[in-house]
């Protein structure tokens, strides 16, 4: 899968991605990340890229024209499953949204900045908006981190576990179980000895247990 993100700050996305899962993808061939320069569209000698809001208030208004000179450039290029503007207004976040577009070929994500993108833009270009939480970023740089990271741990071959990721917490619907690794003792703590049985059926039956139990305590919204 290919993911082209608009930025102004685009070394905070690829400082996020390129560690650990994220970067495994890209140099196994799975992934492709790459990063737009917003500033490289900006205006004047100064390549301003944004403008006081109509209306007066607070804060500066990522403009129109840089904003649609480049998304025309990588449109006409390129094919898009969608076109996703990462806001705090926009649609929460989750792993169903996560596995379906783990399943395109190609994304754009757009990071807004300061009080956000001329709402001409979003109407014009945007096909998906994505908040990944109740909060205000600085930008959405951090957000696009998160979104692209939960997409490509989801490619084929990505992790070096396959199954991993399907037991990941909200892949069935629940949190995860506790996990525990050696040793079998530490600080007279022991790990439960169902793990240590050797049954698959009753450590199967066990995690489902813990999952259920942990996601009534935790998160009772997630079984309603
Ligand atoms: N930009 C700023 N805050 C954000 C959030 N919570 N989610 C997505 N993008 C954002």
């Given amino acids: 899968m290919i993911v082209d993100v608009v930025s102004l700050f685009p070394e905070i996305v690829s400082a996020a991605l390129s560690h650990s899962i994220p970067q495994r993808a890209i140099d196994k061939g799975l992934a492709q990340l790459n990063l737009i320069q917003l500033r490289d569209y900006g205006q004047g000698n100064y390549r301003r890229v944004d403008d006081y809001p109509y209306g007066g208030g607070g804060g500066m208004v990522m403009?129109?024209?840089?904003?649609?000179?480049?998304?025309?450039?990588?449109?006409?290029?390129?094919?898009?499953?969608?076109?996703?503007?990462?806001?705090?207004?926009?649609?929460?976040?989750?792993?169903?949204?996560?596995?379906?577009?783990?399943l395109g070929k190609r994304l754009l994500l757009l990071c807004g900045h300061y009080k956000g993108i001329d709402q001409r833009i979003r109407d014009r270009y945007v096909t998906l908006e994505i908040s990944i939480g109740d909060y205000v970023l600085s930008g959405g740089e951090l957000a696009a981190a998160v979104v692209?990271?939960?997409?490509?741990?989801?490619?084929?071959?990505?992790?070096?576990?396959?199954?991993?990721?399907?037991?990941?917490?909200?892949?069935?619907?629940?949190?995860?179980?506790?996990?525990?690794?050696?040793?079998?003792?530490?600080?007279?703590?022991?790990?439960?000895?169902?793990?240590?049985?050797?049954?698959?059926?009753?450590?199967?039956?066990?995690?489902?247990?813990?999952?259920?139990?942990?996601?009534?305590?935790?998160?009772?919204?997630?079984?309603?």
């Fill in 63 to 102: 403009a129109c024209e840089p904003l649609g000179q480049c998304l025309d450039a990588l449109l006409e290029k390129n094919s898009y499953d969608e076109v996703i503007y990462l806001s705090p207004d926009g649609a929460r976040f989750n792993q169903p949204t996560a596995n379906r577009l783990s």
């Fill in 148 to 224: 692209v990271d939960s997409l490509f741990r989801l490619l084929p071959g990505a992790m070096s576990d396959e199954t991993s990721a399907l037991t990941d917490s909200f892949q069935d619907g629940l949190l995860a179980p506790p996990v525990y690794t050696r040793p079998e003792l530490w600080r007279e703590m022991p790990v439960p000895s169902v793990l240590l049985s050797g049954h698959d059926a009753e450590i199967s039956k066990w995690r489902h247990e813990q999952a259920l139990e942990r996601t009534r305590l935790r998160r009772p919204d997630m079984l309603d």
